[in-house]
């Protein structure tokens, strides 16, 4: 779709037809699909409308009419490959009990996990009417989106999940969830298993509703030292995907344990991810040599030329489009796009790749 064209409805198109699809079951396309991390968000001024009328980031989140609205601005303004599901990674905490907030300008609260408090539990009947605004939203944007957009669900990964958890926030590279990692890990390991149940779950009741695709947001990988990203960001990718596959076995997963540097190629390979999100700081023709050959590679340019635009946005593109056209290639953001951003530049972005 492009700005001021019609389209037919979502359902006359095969789902293997849609370029990001296409990409993430390994074909190479002269021209690669191209989506954005929160490409529906507070940069748009529509969006910021919308939020204000909705009275709370939650509310956007669980009221299908607004959540929908959201995820489908982006699309009518610029016409991306892809559309993602608007919502937010701690939903799955909310559904499990835990209090959940937004402060202003600060980002996302919850009350951290007390020493002598249980673990959270998983009462999937209680945990999917919880999130039955959510499935709906998925369900409603698979009729409404173009016919060529394909829908990506999303959830946030367990690692990343438990450290909101404990922390009652991300701040200090995590250092609560991490102290209890090794003070108590037999209490730590506890959380990861119900988080990890749980995410698997969601993932597959998204696909259920009409996902096409799912990501797997591991946004504070990067706080793991080695033996521990194998142990709470690999393993539980693992089961998670084994998970989905179990029951949507042809619906493509992509990674994005962010940060991690040369880990990315090893969690590939470990966990058969059908794509991985690389962060702004990789080199994209390290990732052709070290990625590609295992899977997509989606990415990866620096946010900030959303900000400042420009020739310098534009000979990063150049350089990212040439380094990974000889493989399967989504082109993407290093991380989301921030609040400040020129929605010029996105136009400028979009022109630069498909000519």
Same mark, same amino acid.
Request: a negative charge; proline letters at 7%.
């Given at each position: 779709?492009?700005?001021? $064209?019609?389209?037919?409805?979502?359902?006359?198109? #095969?789902?293997?037809?849609?370029? /990001?699809?296409?990409? /993430?079951?390994?074909?190479?396309?002269?021209?690669?699909?191209?989506?954005?991390?929160? +490409?529906?968000?507070? &940069?748009?001024?529509? &969006?910021?409308? /919308?939020?204000?009328?909705?009275?709370?980031?939650?509310?956007?989140? &669980?009221?299908?009419?607004?959540?929908?609205?959201?995820?489908?601005?982006?699309? *009518?303004?610029?016409?991306?490959?892809?559309?993602?599901?608007?919502?937010?990674?701690?939903?799955?905490?909310?559904?499990?009990? *835990?209090?959940?907030?937004? @402060?202003?300008?600060?980002?996302?609260?919850? %009350?951290?996990? !007390?020493?002598? @408090?249980?673990?959270?539990?998983?009462?999937?009947?209680?945990?999917?009417?919880?999130?039955?605004?959510?499935?709906?939203?998925?369900?409603?944007?698979?009729?409404?989106?173009?016919?060529?957009?394909?829908?990506?669900?999303?959830?946030?990964?367990?690692?990343?999940?438990?450290? &909101?958890?404990?922390?009652?926030?991300?701040?200090?590279? +995590?250092?609560?969830?991490? +102290?209890?990692?090794?003070?108590?890990?037999? *209490?730590?390991?506890?959380?990861?298993?119900?988080? !990890?149940?749980?995410?698997?779950?969601?993932?597959?009741?998204?696909?259920?509703?009409?996902?096409?695709?799912? $990501?797997?947001?591991?946004?504070?990988?990067?706080?793991?030292?080695? #033996? =521990?990203?194998?142990?709470?960001?690999?393993?539980?990718?693992?089961?998670?995907?084994?998970?989905? *596959?179990?029951?949507?076995? %042809?619906?493509?997963?992509?990674?994005?344990?962010?940060?991690?540097?040369?880990?990315?190629?090893?969690?590939?390979?470990?966990?058969?991810?059908?794509?991985?999100?690389?962060?702004?700081?990789? =080199?994209? @023709?390290?990732?052709?040599?070290?990625? $590609?050959?295992?899977?997509?590679?989606?990415?990866?340019? @620096?946010?900030?030329?959303?900000?400042?635009?420009?020739?310098?946005?534009?000979?990063?593109?150049?350089?990212?489009?040439?380094?990974? =056209?000889?493989?399967?290639?989504?082109?993407?953001?290093?991380?989301?796009?921030?609040?400040?951003?020129? !929605?010029? %530049?996105?136009?400028?972005?979009?022109?630069?790749?498909?000519?």
């Amino acid at each position: 779709m492009r700005l001021g $064209q019609k389209h037919e409805t979502h359902a006359t198109m #095969n789902t293997d037809d849609k370029l /990001l699809i296409r990409a /993430l079951k390994g074909e190479t396309l002269s021209i690669p699909p191209v989506w954005l991390m929160r +490409q529906a968000g507070r &940069y748009l001024p529509e &969006y910021r409308a /919308l939020r204000e009328k909705a009275g709370g980031f939650l509310n956007l989140c &669980y009221t299908p009419d607004f959540a929908v609205e959201v995820t489908l601005q982006p699309i *009518r303004r610029f016409g991306f490959d892809a559309s993602i599901l608007f919502s937010d990674i701690l939903v799955v905490p909310h559904a499990m009990g *835990r209090d959940v907030w937004f @402060e202003t300008g600060e980002g996302p609260r919850l %009350n951290p996990l !007390t020493d002598d @408090e249980p673990l959270p539990t998983l009462n999937l009947e209680s945990f999917h009417t919880h999130l039955a605004p959510v499935y709906e939203t998925v369900g409603r944007l698979r009729e409404e989106l173009p016919k060529e957009t394909a829908l990506i669900g999303f959830s946030g990964a367990p690692w990343t999940l438990a450290t &909101y958890v404990i922390a009652g926030r991300g701040k200090d590279e +995590q250092a609560a969830a991490r +102290q209890l990692m090794f003070s108590n890990p037999e *209490r730590f390991s506890g959380l990861i298993d119900v988080l !990890t149940d749980a995410v698997s779950h969601y993932l597959i009741r998204q696909i259920d509703a009409g996902a096409e695709a799912v $990501q797997i947001f591991d946004s504070w990988a990067s706080a793991l030292a080695p #033996n =521990s990203f194998d142990k709470y960001c690999v393993a539980p990718t693992v089961k998670i995907v084994n998970a989905v *596959r179990a029951v949507h076995p %042809n619906t493509p997963i992509i990674g994005f344990p962010r940060g991690v540097g040369s880990e990315y190629a090893d969690f590939a390979k470990a966990t058969g991810v059908n794509g991985i999100s690389l962060d702004q700081t990789e =080199s994209p @023709e390290w990732a052709a040599r070290e990625i $590609q050959p295992h899977c997509t590679v989606q990415g990866n340019l @620096e946010p900030m030329h959303m900000v400042t635009g420009g020739d310098a946005m534009l000979a990063d593109i150049d350089r990212i489009r040439e380094a990974l =056209s000889g493989g399967p290639h989504i082109f993407n953001l290093g991380h989301g796009i921030t609040p400040n951003a020129d !929605t010029a %530049n996105v136009d400028a972005l979009l022109r630069r790749i498909r000519g």
